[in-house]
């Protein structure tokens, strides 16, 4: 009897099955090798690989952005990402670490000079700066210079440069010290072009959160409380650099008119501009540069100086994995960065609960006797902001003093979850206030008629289908407006009695100098919003002194990683190291592609998580500096 042939969809589909198996185990294979390799170097891996001469510059190439806390990003989804050529998100570098950094060199006998090579230092606020200038003092205090080249210098850049002995700018270098602004994307006419609808409720006359979905430009009222602050930022600016390098404020140049006389007097050359003006001691090339530093700590095989970079020696300064003294008392330091968001929350975002979680851990160790909340967040969540501030009070009712310290931003729900604390600290260039609250919804009736779509059906109450979205498609029912206008409204009232009750205050204290309006912490000072201006060092001696501490150990509380998670973090994170991962160029299209959607990306990123269980938000949208 002849054999059944398989049938035409069989014979058909066979192809396709074996390459697809064939894939699948080429893919299998390739990742378990990875692993392996990964597994390789994190085990075989040493610190003391990093050798640093016996004279030696520390290079401080800090590459990224300067942050309280780095957010968490899955290791796996990000190498291979990166490896496909897709977008890395910005590096971070946390700001204890580099200060860690440069005050362990200042007592290194082996380091006797260090360079600031600044051409890839991302973002970071001025209080952050601030902090990483103060420990270069130091370093400088030890009795050694430091020492700023450059081909170009941003505002960021040259904030930190100006710490420095001597400011070196590369031949057709520049030095652009542009100043502050705030330039938020509106998106009133596209989202009418779509036929969104958008409904605000909100309460506030400089509550402008809502202003991007509701207008083509920013309000009156807005440009006016924004100028306010950005003008108190830049003044600051000026004020620090000018002191630093011994120049009058009128160097800077704050008009079109004002540099192109000075460039007229240097012919066009924007190095020399930049020479003449003061902002750099000299125009070297690279290697004039390298035979200066050579004279100071002598020459390497390679040619250059001896030197040994921030990332190597951060390597041998800073352990991957900290133990606590079980024995010593603790002013513990929980992190609150990025935006307030209801429930658990990975780090680089404040989770109600997640965030609620660490200040409960503090609470019931008894090692824990005071607590400094460390925020960096421009609020979120009405209903996770107040819940991580019940917890704050319930720290205090244990009798352990909390100090709230603002860094760059603590504003709206960041104001918020301050609020509760003993003391508020803040820099004096905090972006603080904008106490206010808000309620925002887009609905798509209209659309759906244009799509010729239509959601019908019956329900017990007028309520019915309201959790379920069903406004989203049929629109909001003017009643259920006032509903949300009203709970709004009685959102701003607890908001309101909250800081008066906290800051001995009353609600008419409160409200004059709330309606959403932004302070820097100065100001806020002067307002009675804050108790004392001073950095994240002064506020863990503030909460030491209340808990009457006098020997003590610091300890940063995070979310614990489970095994699994320690141990692929360490896999991929020494192959990336090692470059045992395949790296994928961006192209230049690519990265104007990705600098023209940032902005896009970053609001959308925000609305997807405003996720208050009743639809209130205390954020701040306009506390971005540009």
Not at 596 to 610: G, I, Y
Request: proline residues 3%; aromatic residues 8%; hydrophobic residues 45%.
């Amino acid at each position: 009897m002849a054999e059944k042939k398989p049938g035409l969809l069989r014979r058909l589909f066979r192809p396709i099955a074996r390459i697809y198996r064939g894939f699948r185990s080429i893919v299998l294979n390739i990742l378990f090798i990875v692993i392996v390799i990964g597994i390789g170097v994190a085990i075989f891996s040493d610190k003391e690989s990093v050798q640093v001469p016996a004279t030696s510059a520390l290079i401080l190439n800090l590459t990224g952005d300067l942050v309280e806390e780095k957010r968490w990003t899955d290791p796996i989804s990000a190498a291979i990402t990166e490896s496909l050529g897709g977008q890395e998100e910005a590096p971070e570098l946390l700001v204890r670490d580099v200060v860690k950094v440069i005050k362990h060199a200042a007592t290194d006998n082996r380091i006797q000079t260090m360079v600031l090579d600044l051409s890839s230092l991302g973002s970071g606020s001025m209080d952050k700066l601030k902090t990483v200038g103060l420990a270069i003092e130091e370093f400088k205090a030890a009795g050694k210079k430091v020492f700023a080249y450059g081909a170009y210098f941003g505002q960021n850049q040259y904030f930190l440069a100006s710490y420095a002995d001597e400011i070196s700018l590369s031949p057709m270098g520049a030095v652009i010290l542009e100043g502050f602004g705030s330039y938020p994307m509106y998106y009133k006419n596209a989202l009418e072009k779509l036929k969104i609808n958008t409904h605000v409720f909100r309460v506030g006359t400089y509550k402008s959160a809502v202003e991007p979905f509701m207008r083509n430009d920013m309000s009156d009222a807005a440009k006016e409380a924004n100028s306010e602050w950005l003008n108190a930022l830049w003044s600051d600016y000026k004020q620090q650099v000018a002191a630093r390098r011994d120049f009058t404020l009128d160097t800077f140049d704050d008009t079109y008119d004002s540099i192109l006389a000075k460039l007229q007097a240097a012919d066009g050359d924007i190095s020399l501009y930049s020479l003449n003006n003061g902002f750099v001691d000299n125009i070297q090339t690279r290697e004039e540069f390298r035979n200066k530093i050579i004279d100071i700590v002598g020459e390497n095989d390679k040619h250059t100086y001896n030197n040994v970079t921030y990332n190597n020696y951060a390597s041998l300064v800073i352990p991957k994995h900290t133990i606590d003294n079980p024995i010593t008392d603790k002013v513990a330091v929980v992190v609150a960065r990025g935006m307030i968001v209801d429930g658990q929350a990975k780090a680089g975002t404040v989770g109600g609960d997640s965030t609620a979680a660490l200040l409960r851990r503090a609470r019931h160790d008894d090692k824990v006797k005071a607590v400094v909340l460390r925020i960096d967040s421009p609020g979120g969540s009405a209903f996770a902001s107040e819940v991580i501030g019940q917890e704050i009070t319930l720290l205090r009712q244990a009798g352990k003093p909390v100090i709230a310290s603002m860094g760059a931003v603590a504003a709206s729900g960041g104001y918020w979850i301050a609020a509760p604390s003993n003391e508020i600290w803040a820099s004096p260039t905090t972006i603080t206030g904008s106490i206010g609250i808000f309620g925002l919804l887009h609905t798509a009736e209209d659309a759906m008629k244009t799509l010729g779509l239509n959601v019908d059906g019956v329900g017990t109450t007028e309520l019915a289908g309201l959790s379920a979205g069903l406004p989203l498609f049929k629109g909001l029912e003017p009643k259920a407006k006032d509903v949300f206008q009203l709970l709004i409204e009685r959102g701003y009232t607890e908001f309101l009695t909250m800081v008066a009750q906290n800051r001995n205050m009353t609600n008419i204290e409160v409200d004059a100098v709330a309606q959403g309006r932004v302070w820097t912490g100065s100001k806020a000072l002067e307002l009675g919003l804050v108790d004392k201006l001073g950095d994240f060092n002064d506020a863990v001696a503030a909460a030491a002194e209340k808990a009457g501490l006098s020997h003590y150990d610091v300890t940063v509380l995070k979310q614990e990683l489970t095994p699994a998670e320690k141990m692929i973090n360490d896999i991929f994170g020494s192959a990336k190291v090692a470059a045992w991962l395949p790296q994928a160029q961006i192209s230049n299209e690519r990265l104007i592609l990705n600098k023209l959607t940032k902005q896009l990306k970053q609001d959308f990123v925000l609305l997807n998580q405003f996720n208050d269980p009743n639809g209130i938000y205390s954020y701040c949208v306009s506390c971005t500096v540009n």
